[in-house]
């Protein structure tokens, strides 16, 4: 049964490797923006398995920042990351009541890629998002909070019936499937080259490390990778279907 995971997960992403390279490029990467992403990271960020610092990031000359932006146009052309850099780094942070919770320390490589594709995936955003979706570019929780409690009272007011549904998803990023997902963000036109290049890296080889040791963790046959800054898209895809249907059914539900 393992072995058939493995099997589709590889199929997968095969398959939305060839559908990228044949599909029309992005605008190509400019030096400006490896400065300009790099900048986005705190100094003290945790380091991937490529160990690029992003002081290191901040303070290319022009040249060694044009030099990157060639590799990762390189990289968007052939869909597929240097085999040196294919690795996350997962390491295990202590909870205040007791026992730990995984985080994912992702190639730098990667992180300055994905925040410079940023805008591609906050336009699929703004083109994708449902009346139910309060996790959207200016929205808050609070704000969400806010609205639904308006909704409720004014319901009471107006003698309706007011109906929840709380559904609590518990580690829902370990249940993601790599082949449905690549299926549906293909549905609902999830740029390719990002899906691709995301997925490639969601299920590379994983390292565990504790006190500066180091451990081969099993290959993931399915889950993506919180923290990554595709991952609430690819949850946003994950879910969208469902919370579509339930809104045709219940024109009110938001």
Partial sequence: RTKNVYFRVNEAIRAIREQAMNHDLLEPIQAWQI???????????????????????????KEAAQGMADL??????????????????????????????PIALMPMIYRIW???????????????????????RGSSALRAAVLTLFADELAAYNNE???KVLWDL??????????????????????????????IMHAAPRMMRAYQHYIDADIPSNT??????????????????ILARVSSQV???G
């Fill in 224 to 241: 993506i990778i919180a923290g990554c800054t595709q991952s609430n898209q690819f949850a946003r895809i994950m879910l969208h279907e």
């Fill in 114 to 136: 994905a925040r410079i594709r940023k805008p591609y995936m906050v336009d699929w955003e703004a083109a994708n998002k449902g009346p139910w979706d309060a996790a959207v």
């Fill in 161 to 163: 019936t007011i109906i």
């Fill in 72 to 101: 990762l146009n390189d990289i968007e052309d052939q869909v597929a990351w240097p085999i040196q850099a294919l690795t996350n780094v997962i390491v295990l942070l202590g909870k205040p009541d007791g026992g730990s919770r």
């Fill in 35 to 61: 400065i300009d992403a790099a900048k986005q990271f705190n100094n003290n960020t945790g380091l991937g398995v490529d160990l690029w610092n992003p002081v290191l990031l901040k303070n290319l000359s």
């Fill in 170 to 199: 518990e580690k829902f990023y370990d249940t993601i499937k790599i082949p449905i997902l690549v299926q549906r963000a293909a549905q609902l036109g999830y740029p390719v080259q990002l899906t691709a290049l995301g997925v």
């Fill in 251 to 253: 024109p009110s539900v």
